[in-house]
């Protein structure tokens, strides 16, 4: 039999300070680590299903407001209302406002809430820009995937529910419901295949949007006289997205322009010259649709400015709605200012009728032919220079600035 070696007093030394090394190690890694930061609190059980209404409410009073300057619209995932201010993202109770989880970075503001399928999707900032995201379910709060990457320091977020977009200066990405980034695009910090030369090297991106099928977005191009509508598709057996270019030479990035909402195969461009229009482009890039407008929007650019909702997307021009079909973007009908009562944001369908926010309440709405039918009168103390509305079974929810209001 082998005698054992025997362990000598510096064995012992030795084997206690590279344990003591390792435990010192481990502790700065937590101390230092994104998990010692995170405060994230479950429900405390699933949230169930809201009944949808079955008739418009004949009045509406303010049920609760909480803070939400991370929302630019109302975030609505699984009946549940969305809410994110300073490094917190909540899961509210649509009719009480009752927090029922929270999610929090507390070493960090966010940056934007949105929401992809069943996940809510809290997006905070570090060094490389606004990149780091985290997927919270809506009915349990508890933390489903994340992904971290490159992205400017301001980023603009929207969803169609099916796909989110993050969309900055110089680049954007999409991601699909995994997180798992479907495109990139603009300004990327390295090529999918290095023998790809670097796309938008320069360009400034002005506008965009995406549904799962097509990401839409106006770029203006130090190499372009004017700028252009680059429309990508995520490819199927490839890591790049194919890229379909419509140029406007006539217009330059200071003129207005921008991507107004995107269908399954259409893009709806508003266009400020020569005269003010909505164009709808195909995927092939070819105009297939038009509306002169009588004058230009002055709506803010981007997601807070349109809403989908049942067969209907609407576009909140600043002075009045434009009215399309979800699915082709056809054009059906405006909405126009009547006197003192100017629409102030989209519509959304409730019950079969489109509710339109107005200065002085709702205005409810035949949606298949535009005619007004009543106005429900709102009180909404201070000055709002745009609604952007929301529905939860019979709770109408507004973000109105930095604030979400629930009426019913």
């Given amino acids: 039999m082998v005698k054992p070696e025997r362990r000598t007093r510096g064995d012992l030394i030795a084997v206690a300070a590279i344990l003591a090394v390792i435990v010192v190690a481990a502790g700065l890694f ?34 609760w407001r909480a803070e939400s300057p991370a929302t630019l619209v109302p975030v609505i995932v699984k009946d549940n209302v969305i809410t994110g201010a300073g490094s917190t993202m909540a899961g509210r109770d649509p009719a009480t406002g009752e927090v029922r989880w929270s999610y929090a970075r507390t ?4 940056c934007g809430v949105s929401y992809v399928y069943h996940w809510a999707l809290a997006v905070y900032p570090d060094s490389r820009g606004c990149g780091q995201v985290s997927a919270i379910s809506a009915t349990t709060g508890e933390r489903g995937p994340t992904r971290t990457s490159y992205a400017d320091d301001r980023v603009t977020l929207s969803s169609d529910g099916s796909a989110a977009l993050s969309f900055g200066d110089t680049r954007l990405e999409q991601w699909r419901s995994d997180l798992v980034r479907t495109i990139a695009f603009g300004e990327l910090d390295a090529r999918f295949k290095p023998v790809h030369v670097a796309v938008g090297k320069g360009c400034r991106l002005l506008s965009a949007a995406a549904s799962s099928a097509v990401t839409a977005v106006l ?3 130090p190499d372009s006289p004017g700028i252009r509508l680059t429309l990508l598709k995520a490819a199927d057996n490839d890591d790049e997205p194919t890229e379909r270019d419509v140029p406007y030479h006539a217009l330059s990035a200071d003129d207005g322009a921008r991507v107004v909402a995107v269908s399954e195969t259409t893009t709806a461009v508003y266009l400020p010259a020569p005269k003010p229009k909505l164009s709808i482009v195909d995927e092939s890039g070819s105009e297939v649709g038009s509306l002169l407008l009588d004058q230009k929007p002055t709506s803010e650019p981007g997601p807070a400015a349109v809403s989908a909702s049942g067969d209907y997307v609407t576009w909140w021009t600043g002075h009045s709605v434009i009215v399309m079909s979800s699915d082709t973007l056809t054009y059906k009908y405006a909405i126009p200012a009547s006197g003192p009562d100017v629409p102030l944001g989209p519509g959304v369908i409730m019950a079969g009728r489109l509710l339109v926010p ?51």
Wanted: aromatic residues 4%; glycine residues 10%; proline residues 11%.
């Fill in 358 to 408: 107005h200065t002085g309440g709702i205005g409810v709405y035949d949606p298949k032919t535009g005619a007004k039918e009543r106005l429900i009168p709102v009180a909404r103390p201070g000055s709002f220079p745009s609604i952007r509305p929301a529905v939860v079974g019979s709770t109408l929810i507004e973000q109105r600035g930095g604030t979400i209001v629930a009426l019913g």
């Fill in 30 to 63: 937590w101390w230092t680590s994104d998990t010692r930061a995170t405060d994230l609190r479950p429900a405390a059980s699933p949230s169930s299903s809201t009944p949808k209404a079955t008739a418009v409410p004949t009045s509406l009073r303010e049920l």
């Fill in 107 to 110: 070493d960090r503001p966010l």
């Fill in 219 to 221: 770029r203006d191009c």
